[in-house]
């Protein structure tokens, strides 16, 4: 059961990943159709988590590609709070077409095999996972804001067709989405160290995103850093992450 549920939400992702990119010619038509592959492939997905965790002993997603699949689904979890609004459909552009190979990599790659974890462990991971889906989004939605900045910048002639939300909006839920991602990261990190896990690259990584994080936010509030300096920084501190493997070569 749990293996047929894999090609639904794939499938459903992918679709939502192509939709997307006709947002830019057709915005109302293709939105449509790449917000409903969103929520069905994520609806497809949850199904598949659960009976994954029915079927496993213990802790399902403690493998390398079994936490992949739950970041997919955390992230795709998290875009869901407002993606799917027509006045963000321009974030999908930036979140599926990544969300959909990457969960084909961790579909074709066996998901969910692992050795169980005790619940400790899936606090940590469920918390970092969330932390992590969270800076993914913060940074989609900085992309955006730097590419629409651009666009304005440049004038260009069809900059108002795809109705993009406006850099103020793009700029706050940014900070809010990160901000979020902060406190769950921190509470992972901190119930890591409780553990006693060793200083390895991936921790060095999570502590130096951590800390890119924190000056961005101290820096935003007391020196006003807003916008573009702001995306940047959360562009970095995901890029710190994702690049030394955080989800994938340390938890569990």
Avoid: K
């Amino acid at each position: 059961m749990a293996d047929f549920l894999v090609w639904p939400a794939l499938l459903a992702y992918s679709e939502a990943a192509v939709a997307y990119v006709g947002v830019l010619r057709r915005p109302v038509t293709a939105s449509r159709l790449a917000i409903w592959g969103v929520r069905v492939g994520w609806l497809a997905h949850t199904a598949l988590l659960v009976a994954q965790a029915i079927r496993a002993d213990g802790f399902a997603w403690s493998s390398p590609t079994g936490l992949l699949n739950l970041f997919v689904w955390a992230a795709v979890g998290v875009y869901l709070i407002w993606g799917c609004s027509p006045r963000f459909r321009l974030l999908g552009l930036a979140v599926m077409p990544s969300v959909a190979a990457l969960f084909a990599v961790a579909a074709l790659a066996g998901g969910s095999a692992g050795d169980a974890a005790d619940t400790f462990v899936a606090a940590h991971v469920v918390l970092l996972i969330g932390g992590f889906a969270a800076f993914g989004l913060a940074a989609a939605l900085a992309a955006v804001y730097l590419w629409q900045e651009r666009r304005l910048r440049s004038r260009a002639a069809d900059v108002l067709r795809a109705a993009p939300p406006p850099l103020l909006t793009l700029d706050s839920l940014a900070a809010r989405t990160a901000a979020v991602g902060l406190v769950l990261f921190t509470a992972g990190l901190a119930l890591g160290f409780a553990r006693g896990h060793d200083v390895d690259l991936a921790v060095v990584g999570a502590l130096v995103a951590w800390l890119v994080y924190g000056a961005a936010f101290a820096v935003r509030r007391e020196l006003g850093w807003r916008g573009r300096r702001f995306a940047y920084a959360s562009l970095v501190g995901f890029a710190i992450v994702a690049l030394l493997g955080l989800p994938l070569g340390h938890l569990g």
